[in-house]
């Protein structure tokens, strides 16, 4: 799952060694064309690719991906319902298909912070 071009070239050159780069890019591009694959942006300079699993019913998942370790989540639930009959409604659109991106910090980076700054309030204390 979210595998960047560069990590799938890697595991097909275990199998198939005389494919290039290039050719791994124009598959990718060629599935995510043909609605086989999603192509996916987690701003972090690399695009990632997984399978659409949009056929067994409903809509995409969502991502959350952590600012601390950049680690990425995904939620199952769609929880949209109230929003896509908001837009059905009110605007006459029909949703098919989302992508969602959540921004935050894991349970991990979380404690990490609070502990950081418990740190930094201390020496604050200690430099007084
Ligand atoms: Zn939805
Ligand atoms: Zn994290
Ligand atoms: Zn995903």
């Given at each position: 799952r979210h595998m960047s071009a560069e990590e799938v070239f890697e595991m097909v050159k275990k199998t198939a060694p005389d494919i290039g780069l290039a050719t791994v890019y124009r598959?990718?591009?060629?599935?995510?064309?043909?609605?086989?694959?999603k192509k996916l942006d987690f701003d972090d300079g690399c695009s990632r690719y997984e399978l659409n699993d949009r056929d067994n019913e409903g809509h995409f998942h969502h991502h959350l991906?952590?600012?601390?370790?950049?680690k990425v989540w995904e939620c199952e639930d769609d929880l949209l319902e109230t929003l896509e009959t908001i837009?059905?409604?009110r605007l006459h659109f029909h949703t098919v298909?989302?992508?969602?991106?959540?921004y935050g910090y894991c349970e991990a980076c979380q404690k990490?912070?609070?502990e950081e700054?418990?740190?930094?309030?201390?020496?604050a204390k200690e430099a007084e």
């Amino acid at each position: 799952r979210h595998m960047s071009a560069e990590e799938v070239f890697e595991m097909v050159k275990k199998t198939a060694p005389d494919i290039g780069l290039a050719t791994v890019y124009r598959t990718l591009d060629l599935f995510t064309q043909m609605d086989l694959l999603k192509k996916l942006d987690f701003d972090d300079g690399c695009s990632r690719y997984e399978l659409n699993d949009r056929d067994n019913e409903g809509h995409f998942h969502h991502h959350l991906i952590c600012l601390g370790c950049g680690k990425v989540w995904e939620c199952e639930d769609d929880l949209l319902e109230t929003l896509e009959t908001i837009l059905e409604k009110r605007l006459h659109f029909h949703t098919v298909d989302h992508q969602l991106k959540v921004y935050g910090y894991c349970e991990a980076c979380q404690k990490k912070r609070e502990e950081e700054a418990a740190k930094e309030a201390e020496a604050a204390k200690e430099a007084e």
